[in-house]
């Protein structure tokens, strides 16, 4: 069974920098693409950014230039630099992993880190 941890959320000010960290660990195959998703009080979940094994990554409009995604293959981690905090940026952020095996593939999320951007 994997399990995702997430780490790094916390209150900061507008303009200000966090990073979150995630760690899958437990039963790893292999592990495709990684993530973060937000999800802000009373909004539907958004995709922030993703990476595939490959290191190609994608960045939702609203954090390009500002947020850069990477990841660590041999730790099996994924990172999120977040830079220029804006209140909207305030949400539980969480991290996603596409692990395959076996034939199959199959999605990982972890419990989610309060992000919060005070102006």
């Known amino acids: 069974q994997v399990q995702l941890v997430e780490s790094g959320g916390g209150l900061v000010q507008a303009g200000g920098s966090l990073t979150l960290s995630c760690a899958a660990s437990g039963s790893i195959s292999r592990i495709n693409s990684m993530g973060w998703y937000r999800q802000a009080p009373e909004k539907q979940r958004e995709l922030v950014a993703t990476?595939?094994?490959?290191?190609?990554?994608n960045y939702a409009d609203s954090v390009k230039g500002r947020f850069s995604i990477s990841r660590d293959n041999v730790k099996n981690r994924v990172y999120l630099q977040m830079n220029s905090l804006k209140p909207e940026d305030t949400a539980v952020y969480s991290c996603w992993m596409l692990v395959v095996g076996g034939g199959s593939s199959w999605n990982i999320w972890g419990q989610g880190t309060q992000v919060t951007v005070s102006s």
């Open positions: 990476i595939t094994s490959g290191g190609s990554a």
